[in-house]
C-alpha cells in the first residue's frame, strides 16, 4: 500500500511504502539526466508529463513536479507505477551498493564530526520533508552540502540551511563558521 504525505514543498510529494525501495542509501534522479539512468523503473518515471525529479529512500520516494501538471493528475500515475513495479518485483528498486559522491579527501576529524552531525541530526528531518542533504567539502570553516529530492528548489530550504543546519553544526562543531548549498 502506497501512501502519500505532503512536504514543505508544494511542488513535491512524498510517496510512503511498506515495502523497500532502496538499499543502497538515498539517491536523486533529475530528468535533466535521464539518459545516464540505466534503472527500468526511474527512466519510465522520469518519462511521465511533469516530473522534474525524483528522490529514491529506503521506504519513501519524492516526486518534484513541475507547475504544467497537478498533483491531482500525477499523484495516481506514480501510485499506479510503484505498485506495478512491486506486484512484479519481490526486491527494491534500488538494490545493488553505489559510490556516494562524499568528497572526503580531507577525512579529519572536523569532517568526521560534521558528517556525524549531519547523518545523526539533520538527514533524518531532512528525510522527513521528503529529501535528503549529502557532505560534499569543509574548507576555511565553510561546510557546503547538496539538498535533494523534496529540497531541491524549495522555498523554505534556505531558511532550513541557514537557521537549522548551520546553527546546528556551527553548536557541535566549533570549527564551522557557515553553511552553503551547492548545485
Same mark, same amino acid.
Request: net charge positive; aromatic share 6%.
Given at each position: 500500500m502506497i501512501q502519500t504525505e505532503a512536504t514543505p514543498n508544494p511542488d513535491s510529494i512524498k510517496f510512503l511504502s511498506e515495502k523497500t525501495i532502496s538499499? @543502497?542509501?538515498? /539517491? /536523486?534522479?533529475? +530528468?535533466?539526466?535521464?539518459?545516464?539512468v540505466t534503472i527500468?523503473?526511474?527512466?519510465? #518515471?522520469?518519462?511521465?508529463?511533469?516530473?522534474?525529479?525524483? #528522490? #529514491? @529512500? /529506503?521506504?519513501?520516494? @519524492?516526486?518534484?513536479?513541475? +507547475?504544467?501538471?497537478?498533483?491531482? /493528475? #500525477? +499523484?495516481?500515475?506514480?501510485?499506479?507505477?510503484?505498485?506495478d513495479y512491486f506486484s512484479k518485483n519481490n526486491e527494491p528498486i534500488l538494490n545493488n551498493k !553505489?559510490?556516494?559522491? =562524499?568528497?572526503? =579527501?580531507?577525512?579529519?576529524?572536523?569532517? =568526521? +564530526?560534521?558528517?556525524?552531525?549531519?547523518?545523526?541530526?539533520? !538527514?533524518?528531518?531532512?528525510?522527513r520533508d521528503g529529501g535528503d542533504i549529502k557532505f560534499v567539502s569543509f574548507e576555511n570553516g565553510v561546510v557546503k552540502v547538496l539538498l535533494q529530492g523534496s529540497c531541491s528548489g524549495c522555498p523554505s530550504s534556505l531558511m532550513t540551511l541557514k537557521q537549522g543546519v548551520q546553527n546546528l553544526l556551527k553548536h557541535y562543531v566549533k570549527e564551522v563558521n557557515a553553511v552553503e548549498a551547492v548545485q
Open positions: 538499499v @543502497s542509501g538515498t /539517491e /536523486e534522479f533529475q +530528468k535533466e539526466q535521464k539518459d545516464k527500468p523503473f526511474v527512466k519510465e #518515471l522520469l518519462d511521465f508529463k511533469g516530473v522534474e525529479l525524483i #528522490l #529514491l @529512500s /529506503e521506504k519513501f520516494l @519524492s516526486v518534484k513536479k513541475t +507547475k504544467e501538471v497537478s498533483w491531482n /493528475e #500525477l +499523484k495516481p500515475l506514480v501510485i499506479s507505477h510503484l505498485n !553505489r559510490k556516494t559522491a =562524499n568528497n572526503t =579527501n580531507n577525512n579529519s576529524e572536523i569532517v =568526521n +564530526k560534521i558528517m556525524e552531525v549531519l547523518d545523526t541530526k539533520v !538527514r533524518p528531518a531532512v528525510a
